[in-house]
């Protein structure tokens, strides 16, 4: 087989939205940019209800226009539902300043959305590039595998690993971390519905959690045509408690919930259902003088507040600036101008995660403050995403002050 050498200023690995993103950033500022994709597009992936925050970084990479003209479903809050108690937040309610609304997306349609912007801008897209070894010097990474028609043995100055739930990097550096996340199994298909028929604000996802076990809940996320994503996630101990396919499992949940029962009575599944268990994921750094992670190559905590797309674009955005400087020249300080500032918004999304799981937020959420209330403007500011604005308390001390609120909540 031959093998196909090049150099590139940037490889980055994966053509999802967080090595899109840097991609079309990177080629922006004139590098010469190749992204190695190991699929083929389209491609089905879940991660479809975006945040506000996420088009701060698609405006800043110009892809608003795309993206207004895609025809996808305006989301503009979320609502929570538990059989006995309903609640909704408008993301307008926000602390924060920035957008107040987004997309529910069909991931094979944004990512080919971006994936095609990237090259628009002059990246190199190439697709079934499977990546087997990394090596790096002091003149970047060599990064070797196997394409369908040859081997491929290319060069960068800089190893961008945007490779999402395939880590490459995490894999071949020995960078996997132990999630402090307990296991948990997620079920989920898309569903053709009937909600125009029914009681449904379709410009806001709908979280459901389990009428008596609140460690399972339910998203219902609705598209422009008349389809749903709809999953659940569930406790592998709750889950052996239901027998069949998993199809079988995912309905048989489904059906224990007055309200989401009703609202999916009549929808007919368009793909099986589909598992994955075990996703939380962490690593021992972030970055370093030749590579960096972004997105879920690096950390990936829970689909629970939508937060993976936002988590991506955020870590692409970060990226800009230290890997242009470092390639002009300059030294960089990769942990303190990469991970760190990173960090700061997966650690807040992450002490959320920890309170829905204990119950606190979701008793702030079923008895929330009210709506002049700026400690629920902060908390609805963090459901939108915006979880790198230090000025909001619930980034810098979040564990204090959602304590102190489900107090006067619960």
Wanted: aromatic share 10%.
């Amino acid at each position: 087989m031959t093998v196909n050498t090049d150099h590139f200023d940037v490889i980055v690995i994966g053509a999802g939205p967080a090595g899109a993103l840097a991609s079309i950033r990177l080629a922006q500022e004139g590098l010469k940019v190749c992204i190695l994709e190991k699929s083929t597009f389209p491609r089905f992936v879940i991660g479809e209800s975006l945040l506000p925050q996420s088009m701060v970084f698609m405006e800043k990479a110009g892809l608003l226009p795309r993206l207004e003209a895609a025809g996808f479903q305006y989301k503009d809050g979320a609502n929570f539902s538990d059989d006995r108690r309903f609640s909704s937040i408008k993301f307008s309610d926000k602390f924060s300043e920035g957008p107040a609304s987004t997309y529910q997306v069909e991931r094979e349609k944004f990512d080919a959305l971006l994936a095609d912007a990237a090259v628009d801008a002059g990246a190199d897209l190439r697709f079934q590039q499977d990546v087997r070894s990394v090596e790096f010097d002091q003149a970047g990474a060599v990064i070797a595998g196997e394409g369908p028609d040859s081997a491929f043995r290319h060069t960068a100055r800089f190893l961008v690993d945007a490779s999402g739930y395939g880590r490459v990097l995490p894999r071949l550096l020995k960078l996997d971390a132990p999630s402090d996340f307990p296991v948990r199994h997620a079920l989920f298909t898309h569903v053709e519905e009937q909600l125009s028929d029914r009681p449904f604000d379709r410009n806001k996802i709908l979280i459901t959690v389990h009428p008596t076990c609140r460690d399972i809940w339910f998203w219902l996320i609705p598209f422009a045509n008349g389809k749903s994503s709809v999953g659940a996630v569930v406790p592998p101990e709750e889950l052996q408690k239901y027998p069949g396919s998993a199809s079988d499992k995912l309905w048989a949940i489904i059906n224990e919930t007055t309200e989401l029962q009703d609202l999916l009575q009549g929808a007919k599944e368009l793909r099986p259902v589909g598992e994955i268990s075990g996703y939380s994921s962490k690593v021992s750094r972030l970055a370093g003088p030749q590579f960096a992670l972004l997105g879920n190559a690096g950390e990936f905590l829970d689909p629970v507040f939508s937060s993976g797309v936002t988590v991506a674009f955020k870590s692409a955005d970060l990226l800009i600036d230290p890997l242009m400087r470092q390639l002009n020249g300059e030294t960089v300080d990769w942990e303190a101008d990469f991970a760190q500032p990173l960090q700061l918004g997966v650690d807040c999304f992450r002490v959320f995660v920890e309170a829905w799981y204990r119950g606190d937020l979701q008793d702030i959420i079923f008895n929330p403050p009210s709506d002049e209330n700026p400690i629920k403007q902060m908390i609805v500011s963090i459901l939108a995403g915006y979880a790198w604005d230090e000025r909001n308390p619930f980034v810098t001390q979040g564990r204090r002050y959602l304590d102190m609120v489900a107090q006067q909540c619960a």
